[in-house]
């Protein structure tokens, strides 16, 4: 039996005016989803534990089968795994967001979390020049992709820094800098390293990013072994560092697409290969896209349902075709919603299908936020979904 879990990033959303006061999932054309919905199990799962902010890293880390409550340290660490970084048991690993604010004090505003998205060509060189002028023996700044970098601050689980209670940049777009200002600041010399790298962003000027913004701050992270825990040899295919960072810290096979951007234009048709590549070996791939989240992010609601019908059509569909004839199960979910009127994600318990040979059928005609709550179907903790779909995947 093959396990497929695919992941629409943030796909879950609420009734929208401009589109007839649907969502954009009920809104798009989805028939190969329809089709696994009408034939499996629909329901809805919590992917967000109570305590937790409703972020891709808490839900990603559930739907891999790991309690975030248990596991999880914060956004950086997962994503200094993802490029392998050394870290030492003290120190402390900030994701860093290359923004775009207005004012950077204390009367600042949030504009951009992405910095106009701004492309990994033009922003590693910014980051590796703050390493060069600003990095010391204690904050190291490391490139990553696009707008996401890390800052590594040696010792720093240590300091105080290490419960600063930073907002997601994303969560406060058009909003007011103030209080995150502040907590920067409780930190003189953690203050001026800020500045300074800001200061090179500005005088370079050729790009929307103005300043930078470290938040998600944690130890470094260390998960159970994937397939000792589920019996899996596992890959995860992403273009998002945080997904390869689960992958690695679980001991999973972590598949590089070229061409993979997390935005509407991503290469599905590459990462659907790599899924039946590793498959022709393995038994779980793990499919994540980023589309939906980033459309829900824009607000930006005829973009969204284009997203989520691009992933049913060019995800969904190949992936099922091409294993018409072996045994699969399938999982198929979001994260958590990403809505266009909040812009920001939230902890609503999301839509799921989990389809296998001999499952039960729920009969329904479409796969929606709506159906998928008329079911009943319950998954009261994220972490238990896989486990979920793997004994029905296994009652047969
Ligand atoms: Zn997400």
Not at 34 to 48: F, H, N, P, Q, S
Not at 354 to 367: I, K, Q, W, Y
């Amino acid at each position: 039996m093959k396990f497929l879990s695919l992941v629409a990033d943030g796909m879950g959303d609420w009734p929208l005016s401009e589109l007839g006061h649907r969502t954009p999932l009920e809104a798009a054309v989805t028939p190969v989803m329809d089709e696994l919905a009408r034939t499996g199990i629909v329901g809805r799962c919590a992917t967000i534990p109570k305590s937790m902010p409703p972020g891709s890293d808490v839900a990603n880390m559930a739907l891999l089968g790991f309690d975030p409550e248990k596991y999880h340290t914060g956004r950086g660490p997962i994503e200094a795994a993802a490029q392998n970084l050394k870290a030492g048991p003290d120190d402390l690993i900030w994701r860093m967001n290359l923004v775009t604010v207005e004012d950077y004090g204390p009367d600042g505003i949030m504009r951009d979390y992405s910095a106009g998205h701004i492309e990994t060509e033009k922003s590693r060189p910014l980051v590796e020049r703050m390493q060069e002028v600003v990095g010391n023996d204690t904050y190291q700044f490391i490139p990553g992709i696009q707008y996401r970098h890390l800052l590594l601050q040696s010792g720093g689980a240590l300091a105080p820094e290490a419960d600063l209670d930073i907002n997601p940049p994303h969560d406060i777009l058009d909003k007011p800098i103030n209080k995150d200002m502040q907590r920067y600041s409780r930190n003189p010399e953690f203050w001026d390293v800020l500045q300074e790298a800001r200061e090179i962003l500005v005088k370079n000027g050729t790009t929307r990013a103005n300043a930078v913004w470290p938040w998600g701050q944690g130890r470094r992270l260390s998960l159970p072994d994937f397939e000792k825990t589920f019996g899996m040899k596992g890959a995860v295919i992403s273009a998002v560092d945080l997904i390869k960072g689960l992958g690695f810290a679980s001991g999973m096979e972590v598949i590089d697409v070229p061409g993979a951007t997390g935005l509407l234009d991503t290469n599905y048709e590459g990462k659907v290969q790599a899924a039946l590549e590793f498959l022709k070996t393995g038994d779980f791939v793990f499919v994540h896209l980023e589309g939906p989240d980033e459309c829900g992010h824009g607000g930006d609601a005829d973009d969204k349902r284009e997203a989520i019908e691009r992933f049913d059509s060019r995800v969904v569909k190949p992936l099922r075709e091409a294993l018409a004839d072996e045994e699969t199960a399938w999982l198929i979910c979001c994260d958590h919603y990403t809505p266009c009127i909040e812009r920001t994600h939230t902890k609503d318990p999301v839509p799921f299908i989990v389809n296998a040979p001999g499952c039960e059928a729920s009969g329904l005609d479409h796969f929606t936020e709506k159906t998928a709550d008329s079911t009943g179907v319950r998954v009261d903790d994220g972490f238990e979904l896989l486990p979920y779909a793997l004994e029905h995947a296994r009652k047969k």
